[in-house]
């Protein structure tokens, strides 16, 4: 018989920021979130990057701002 796959359930992206106002940049983290169910029925959860962006504030202020960055992340990833 094969080898075990464990279950494996999408729960949702997480978006982290990282401030660096010394050098004017904004890092955009993307993360999925899943729940993993083992063979013995013990879930955990496992957490996957998805997308890493480094953007500077001129770069950010071309696009129209925080505001739109962030929801331009919002809609893409689906994040509330």
């Not at 982290?16 to 029925?41: F, I, K, P």
């Not at 739109?68 to 893409?76: E, G, S």
């Amino acid at each position: 018989m094969g080898a075990y796959k464990p279950e494996e359930e999408f729960m949702n992206h997480i978006l982290e920021v990282d401030v660096d106002a010394a050098r004017q940049l904004n890092r955009y983290t993307v993360s999925a979130t899943y729940e993993v169910v083992d063979e013995e029925g013990v879930a955990e959860l496992d957490q996957r990057i998805v997308e890493v962006v480094t953007l500077t504030w001129k770069e950010i202020n071309e696009r129209g701002g925080v505001h739109v960055v962030n929801a331009d992340f919002k809609a893409r990833y689906q994040l509330e």
